[in-house]
């Protein structure tokens, strides 16, 4: 076995069957209806027969008017994990240096290792923002951000971002899961930028995790390099029907669940102030909230029928359950189970 690997342990988090999960950040509101439409056009005989597309000119295009970038800017994968997979692989030498905001989404670090590259923590500052001038003093040619931050669900300023990106001696990949329901994306400005990739997915907004689809954005020459790391045929038939017929048809009702969960995550951490608790802000689909046993509270959570996240001691935070949104009355249950959570 590779040395790198001895230290892994392979990701196996998953729920038991429950009625109600709000662990994962998916949409808790459902699909796209278009996707779910698209689905019975390859219901046919020999509609699955074939291989699917290797280029996926329908869904960069339709991705490219939405986004208003050139379709050679985007490339699809299987899930923004695949792409942050294959640029670490194809961007960096092995015993490369990758730095990343600590504490952030675990797989950044997992994939530097299983690349053969060596992971760095910067540890975020205790306004839970980026520390710009420590990852920029590492000089590693790869620094990775998400923003928002997944779990602290922060979004990094905009001026500490543009400092990363202006001074990086080398790629900068963001990551950006959670961007419908922040404020603003680099996605645009990444395909002028000849060091920058940012990761999309349509796990989150969307509703379409059971595709495993995500796509990056950046220069065509950047993408063309990450492109041979992905290798052909990562976007099944099925998923780029349907993410196209999303893409093409469903964007209001994007903006009608972006401006839902918004809504439901103010009004989500309201009730929990005023049960006494204190939840962090957010600007992802999911509240986070401070607590002294997380392992304690989400198994509480999960008796009521409710699946949360629990996350031990994060540096800088301490113990955390993180919260998916969804409609209002889930969010009550989950409140009422956490008011007779036992002291």
């Known amino acids: 076995m590779r040395d790198a690997y001895r230290v892994l342990t392979a990701y196996r988090t998953e729920w038991p069957p429950v009625e109600h999960n709000l662990a994962d950040n998916t949409n808790a509101f459902g699909s796209a209806p278009s996707a779910i439409a698209a689905l019975a056009e390859l219901a046919t005989p020999g509609g699955l027969a074939s291989y699917p597309s290797v280029t996926v000119t329908g869904l960069r295009d339709a991705l490219g008017d939405w986004l208003g970038v050139e379709p050679a800017s985007l490339l699809p994968g299987c899930g923004s994990n695949d792409l942050l997979d294959s640029a670490m692989r194809a961007l960096a030498d092995p015993g490369a240096t990758v730095a990343y905001a600590a504490p952030t989404f675990v797989m950044a670090s997992y994939f530097a290792q299983s690349n ?81 990739m940012v990761t999309r997915t349509f796990s989150k907004a969307w509703g379409l995790a059971g595709l495993r689809l995500g796509y990056a954005v950046g220069s065509p020459e950047l993408i063309g390099e990450v492109e041979k790391a992905r290798g052909p045929f990562k976007v099944n038939a099925v998923a780029e029907r349907v993410a196209t017929a999303a893409v093409r048809n469903d964007r209001a009702w994007l903006a009608d669940v972006v401006a839902r969960t918004r809504a439901g995550r103010e009004r989500f951490a309201g009730r929990l102030r005023e049960i006494g608790l204190d939840p962090l802000a957010s600007a992802a689909n999911f509240d986070r909230l401070p607590v002294d046993d997380a392992q304690r509270v989400a198994a509480h959570a999960m008796r009521s029928g409710i699946a949360i996240r629990g996350f031990k001691g994060l540096p800088g935070i301490g113990d955390l359950v993180r919260v998916t949104i969804g409609p209002d009355e889930v969010m009550d249950l989950l409140v009422d189970a956490l008011e007779s959570l036992p002291s």
């Open 116 to 196: 053969s590259l060596r992971p760095l923590a910067v540890p975020l500052r205790p306004d839970r923002q980026v520390d710009a001038g420590a990852l920029l003093a590492t000089r590693a040619p790869v620094i990775y951000l998400a923003s928002p931050n997944n779990p602290s669900g922060t979004a990094t300023s905009r001026e500490l971002v543009r400092t990363v990106l202006d001074e990086a001696p080398g790629i900068v990949i963001i990551d950006e899961a959670y961007a419908e329901f922040a404020d603003h994306s680099w996605a645009v400005e990444a395909t002028h930028r000849p060091n920058v």
